[in-house]
């Protein structure tokens, strides 16, 4: 099994199931005889065996949902991959990789604001809300052929340099 390659709340997950199962596999073979002798007994094995397969249902089920990521997130539902661009704002510019030219499809912007004023990205007609200093959004936007202006639109930082051209082909 590759817990390693499975996200943190899917291997918690999968923890934590693990965890109350073995409890109670350990407190009904070491504890429950100890206090009780004859263990289930006549009257208690019928709740023993039933707990013992909704334990057991519970942990394949657990096996099947933390057990199995999800599609990447950022995979188009034709199964063709989301193109992510990163991009960094400051004052007063937007720093994108070097790009000659991109094909037509669905790209992910992720923008990180390493200004110390609030930035936003204006990509064709979709845009980012406010980001603050520090912070990173993102912003997914279908590109067709041509040229695709980016910007930021707070008040005169479009003036002061904050825009850029992405060629599409």
Avoid at 32 to 44: E, H, L
Wanted: proline share 5%.
């Amino acid at each position: 099994m590759l817990v390693a390659g499975l996200s943190t709340g899917h291997m918690i997950g999968l923890a934590v199931t693990g965890g109350v199962f073995i409890a109670f596999a350990l407190s009904a073979s070491f504890l429950a005889p100890r206090r009780w002798p004859d263990f289930p007994g006549k009257n208690g094995l019928s709740v023993f065996i039933i707990a013992s397969v909704v334990l057991f249902a519970a942990m394949i089920t657990a096996v099947e949902v933390f057990g199995v990521e999800k599609s990447e997130a950022g995979t188009e539902a034709h199964g063709e991959a989301a193109k992510t661009i990163d991009v960094t704002e400051s004052e007063y510019k937007i720093a994108l990789p070097s790009l000659t030219s991109l094909a037509p499809g669905t790209y992910t912007f992720v923008v990180k604001n390493d200004g110390k004023v609030a930035h936003n990205l204006v990509v064709g007609t979709k845009t980012t809300a406010l980001i603050p200093p520090g912070e990173t959004a993102e912003l997914t936007v279908p590109l067709e052929a041509g040229t695709v202006s980016l910007f930021c639109s707070v008040d005169g930082h479009r003036q002061l340099g904050m825009n850029a051209t992405i060629s599409v082909a």
